[in-house]
């Protein structure tokens, strides 16, 4: 299961690198819960075993002669998500014709992590093209929640998520197009940041929808996901990391309306009571409330990602349309009907929706809601209930989430205690551009959280 708060972080461990901790030694560890844990929970598809213990050996032995010389990473094992290239490890991009395909390249966000001399421990399992939210596969079968493996991971960094969470990682690189970042990290009870738009580069990634897709990371904590984040966007970790938590009250807005049509009532009571927890201990204000059409935001958001999702696939699947897992390819297909004044209408609605948001953080220090509706259903479970109403389980699960790709917003996603015994994640939004406050809120968030939940 998932490190607690208690131990050791990226920055100990690797401050305790050859004073008493060696990287060979850590490894083993992390690889023997891979060997005991990946068959249960299909977390990881591929395993750099020999390369990562080479590596380790060599950091070890820079740590014993040269110790200034380790990077901010060094001997913490990563997995990256099998949409995101590797010229060392096959990258499938969650398809069953990709099983062997190595790329020529390196991801600059991967390389950016091995110039920090982290491990790139292994390729993590994702919803086929990271077009989906469950991760739930026709070619390498579902990824298993590691909280209750009958459950999804939610997607498409399921893998990612589960890796950490499996005791696989210390973190993971996923990508967030709508969701897909922060989901899985709220259904499986871990930290997950979809950082502001454009941050971390794309380069080397297999797109999905260009204008919305974010590369984010999965850890244990907001510090070690701050740590890998900064890496990634080639920002020196400690200027993110050394300015104190905000004083006095966080002036929090929240959006009812949207809560409470789209939650589960357990949900609701949840987010309810956390938040009057955090108002009670002097960590927030609920200073006052926005309003956001639900309706307009999905369906401009659906336009985009369907028209650049079939821009990006259209000749592989003309060619290709029976290799698809069915979900996908009815989404990418839907998404050719899009026309483009449609697409044109939708970007400008985007502009709209940005500036709003921005407007929004001239009153306010951040966003507070649920990161997802409802918690982690069961594999293969198509519809809920909500209010005497069936939802489909893909589309309510970003309801949440997506206004923030909409508007490329910093958002990150934090365990926040239970609903029917299942993880739920607390959701705060920050001001696009300003992912450094954002993430000390959200680890002054984090304390209080842990300081009161069992």
């Known amino acids: 299961m998932a490190l607690s708060l208690n131990s050791p972080t990226i920055r100990q461990q690797v401050a305790q690198l050859g004073r008493g901790l060696s990287?060979?030694?850590?490894?083993?560890?992390?690889?023997?819960?891979?060997?005991?844990?990946?068959?249960?929970?299909?977390?990881?598809?591929?395993?750099?075993?020999?390369?990562?213990?080479?590596?380790?050996?060599a950091i070890d032995q820079l740590a014993a002669r040269f110790p200034e010389g380790l990077g901010p990473l060094a001997g913490i094992p990563i997995s990256v998500k099998d949409l995101i290239d590797t010229s060392f490890l096959p990258t499938t991009y969650g398809h069953g014709r990709f099983r062997e395909h190595v790329p020529d390249r390196t991801a600059l966000c991967v390389a950016r992590l091995q110039r920090a001399h982290a491990l790139i421990i292994g390729k993590a399992h994702l919803h086929e093209f990271a077009f989906g939210v469950t991760n739930e596969n026709p070619h390498f079968g579902p990824a298993r929640n590691p909280r209750d493996p009958s459950r999804i991971t939610g997607g498409s960094s399921g893998g990612s998520a589960a890796s950490v969470v499996g005791g696989m990682a210390q973190a993971s690189v996923g990508t967030d197009t709508g969701g897909s970042v922060r989901i899985p990290a709220a259904l499986t009870g871990c930290v997950g940041f979809k950082p502001s738009y454009g941050l971390v580069p794309t380069d080397g990634v297999l797109p999905l929808a260009p204008t919305l897709d974010h590369v984010g990371t999965l850890a244990n904590s907001v510090e070690d996901a701050a740590i890998v984040t900064a890496v990634m966007a080639g920002i020196d970790p400690d200027t993110w990391l050394s300015p104190p938590s905000p004083a006095g009250r966080l002036r929090a807005a929240v959006?009812?309306?949207?809560?409470?049509?789209?939650?589960?009532p357990e949900v609701s009571a949840w987010f309810e009571g956390l938040t009057h927890v955090l108002q009670s201990r002097g960590t927030i204000e609920l200073a006052g409330s926005i309003d956001l059409d639900a309706d307009e935001i999905a369906r401009h958001q659906a336009n985009i990602l369907g028209a650049e999702a079939y821009a990006t696939h259209r000749a592989w699947l003309a060619e290709h349309r029976d290799a698809y897992g069915a979900d996908v390819r009815e989404r990418l297909e839907d998404g050719a009907c899009v026309d483009t004044a449609s697409y044109a209408e939708s970007l400008r609605f985007r502009a709209r929706f940005r500036d709003a948001i921005r407007e929004v953080f001239a009153r306010y220090d951040c966003i507070l809601l649920p990161t997802t509706p409802i918690p982690a259903t069961r594999i293969g479970e198509k519809a809920v209930w909500i209010h005497g109403e069936e939802r489909a389980v893909r589309p309510l699960l970003t309801r949440f989430t997506n206004p923030w790709n909409l508007s490329g917003a910093p958002a990150i996603s934090i365990p926040a205690g239970q609903v029917s015994g299942l993880p739920m994640g607390l959701q705060i939004v920050g001001k696009p551009g300003g992912d450094a406050r954002l993430l000390r809120i959200a680890r002054r968030i984090e304390a209080d959280i842990a300081s009161h939940l069992p």
């Open 23 to 57: 990287a060979s030694a850590s490894l083993a560890q992390w690889l023997a819960a891979i060997e005991r844990e990946n068959g249960r929970l299909n977390a990881l598809l591929c395993v750099a075993t020999e390369m990562s213990r080479q590596q380790a050996v």
């Open 255 to 264: 959006i009812p309306g949207l809560v409470s049509r789209f939650a589960s």
